[in-house]
């Protein structure tokens, strides 16, 4: 079975920096996603991760540890456009996704 | 451009009736999937296909089936629909099962009465 768990809801101020984790127990791993949706919208693709470590994308990193089944997705400089849902999915040639985290940033 | 299309973007029916949900997507890909979301549980993986004539079944297939005829297409359909299937659902599509970066269609809202 497949275990995909992150916090429900974070809030953070414009200009800050917010981490939102990710922990998994998976029957499979080819590797992890992270997708951004905003509201009433459909889901678009933010990184992916197949090796340990850290990917930096501008303003967005993402990190992972196959060996502790953790990832997080790091936020900088926020900005009110980035008030949306993050989803972390891990891979296993279909995709198993969390519940999401609703990021709200404040002003 | 490319791009993944589904429709109708809003439904709503009866208790008991079959529904059709439509997805078409032009990146010739050869993977498609069918997701619902509902508050607090996030995508789950309804049915999936990685070919024409493949179809398999994911975590909530039960009330749902596809079929696949060409790369194109894979309809949703609701044999008998029941309110606990009022649900937003998103198809999306892959080109690799390596990477399997998924392109999500708009959605479409159905609500079973």
């Known amino acids: 079975g497949q275990n995909i768990d992150q916090p429900t809801e974070m809030t953070a101020t414009e200009g800050a920096i917010v981490q939102i984790n990710c922990t998994y127990q998976t029957s499979g791993f080819n590797g992890l996603f992270w997708y951004q949706q905003h509201a009433g919208e459909a889901p678009t693709f933010l990184s992916y991760?197949?090796?340990?470590g850290l990917e930096e994308k501008g303003r967005f990193s993402s990190f992972l540890s196959r060996s502790k089944g953790y990832s997080y997705l790091l936020l900088k400089e926020l900005q009110m456009k980035d008030s949306a849902s993050y989803l972390c999915?891990?891979?296993?040639?279909?995709?198993?996704f969390g519940a999401g985290t609703t990021v709200t940033v404040r002003a | 451009d490319a791009e993944i299309t589904q429709s109708p973007r809003h439904k709503i029916t009866e208790t008991g009736r079959q529904v059709t949900l439509a997805c078409h997507q032009t990146?010739?890909?050869?993977?498609m999937f069918w997701y619902r979301q509902d508050l607090g549980h996030g995508l789950r993986l309804i049915h999936y296909?990685?070919?024409?004539?493949?179809?398999n079944k994911g975590e909530v297939s039960d009330g749902y089936s596809v079929s696949r005829s060409n790369t194109e297409d894979l309809p949703l359909t609701l044999e008998s629909a029941a309110s606990s299937q009022t649900s937003v659902y998103f198809c999306?599509?892959?080109?690799?099962?390596?990477?399997?970066?998924?392109?999500f269609g708009p959605g479409t809202r159905l609500t079973v009465t």
């Open positions: 991760n197949v090796l340990d």
């Open positions: 999915a891990v891979n296993d040639y279909k995709l198993s």
């Open positions: 999306a599509s892959s080109e690799s099962l390596g990477d399997n970066e998924q392109y």
């Open positions: 296909s990685y070919g024409v004539q493949d179809t």
């Open positions: 990146w010739n890909h050869n993977n």
